[in-house]
């Protein structure tokens, strides 16, 4: 089993439409988590960090269940820049500490 | 703005070559990593270093090893490249305060 799954779509959407993309870790020790993205042919750059509470970054949403291990990303209001593809990441617990990235979710906003 | 930079990004080598992918950060980070990216496969960790000379394996470290002479640099070296070696190569730094990973742009290499 893949430490970090994600769906890897691709999701097409219309612009102005709500997305929302799930991720699970199997490894409960994971510390912290968060929402990377890479665009076409570009190096991944982080997104938002994920917080216990959940955490708001304008028309993102992230969401996190310790209990279902499981994260999860919300975009509101989709505009055509959003295409991307989303990665997941969690940071592995005890002495490793390196983060874990999933595979990836590929958006694409049309027009 | 933190800039992390790759030696080339696009590379062919032949089977059997020794190569050479370096990797410059100019922000004074401690960590460094090497990953390669596959489809279906994501970012997986090849090797990361926390300081000069210091290295340590990651989840897929055979066929390769690293360099770390100075803190701005981390090389990572294919012995002797194999096809299944042909990937998008990505090195990344980061403090040692933060989790934020900064990437370079990649260098897509391909073994024949």
């Known amino acids: 089993r893949k430490e970090v799954e994600q769906d890897p779509g691709p999701f097409n959407v219309p612009e102005g439409a709500t997305v929302a993309f799930n991720c699970t870790y199997s490894?409960?020790?994971?510390?912290?988590f968060f929402w990377y993205r890479q665009d076409c042919r570009k190096e991944p750059k982080l997104l938002m960090s994920?917080?216990?509470s959940g955490n708001e970054d304008g028309r993102f949403t992230a969401q996190l269940n310790r209990a279902s291990q499981y994260i999860s990303l919300l975009i509101r209001d989709s505009k055509l820049s959003d295409s991307a593809t989303y990665l997941c990441?969690?940071?592995?617990?005890?002495?490793?500490?390196?983060?874990?990235f999933g595979s990836g979710t590929q958006l694409t906003v049309l027009p | 703005d933190v800039k992390v930079t790759q030696s080339s990004r696009y590379l062919v080598k032949r089977t059997g070559e020794k190569v050479f992918l370096e990797c410059v950060q100019d922000?004074?980070?401690?960590?460094m990593f090497w990953y390669r990216q596959d489809p279906g496969l994501g970012l997986r960790l090849i090797y990361f270093?926390?300081?000069?000379?210091?290295?340590e394996k990651g989840d897929i470290p055979e066929g390769y090893s690293v360099s770390r002479e100075k803190k701005e640099r981390f090389s990572l070296i294919l012995e002797s490249a194999s096809t299944n070696q042909t990937s998008m190569y990505l090195c990344?730094?980061?403090?040692?305060?933060?989790?934020?990973?900064?990437f370079g742009p990649g260098t897509r290499l391909t073994v024949t």
């Open positions: 490894n409960s020790a994971s510390q912290s």
């Open positions: 922000m004074d980070h401690e960590n």
């Open positions: 994920v917080y216990s």
């Open positions: 990344a730094s980061r403090t040692t305060s933060s989790y934020e990973q900064y």
């Open positions: 270093s926390y300081d000069v000379k210091m290295k």
């Open positions: 990441v969690v940071l592995r617990g005890g002495s490793a500490r390196q983060l874990t």
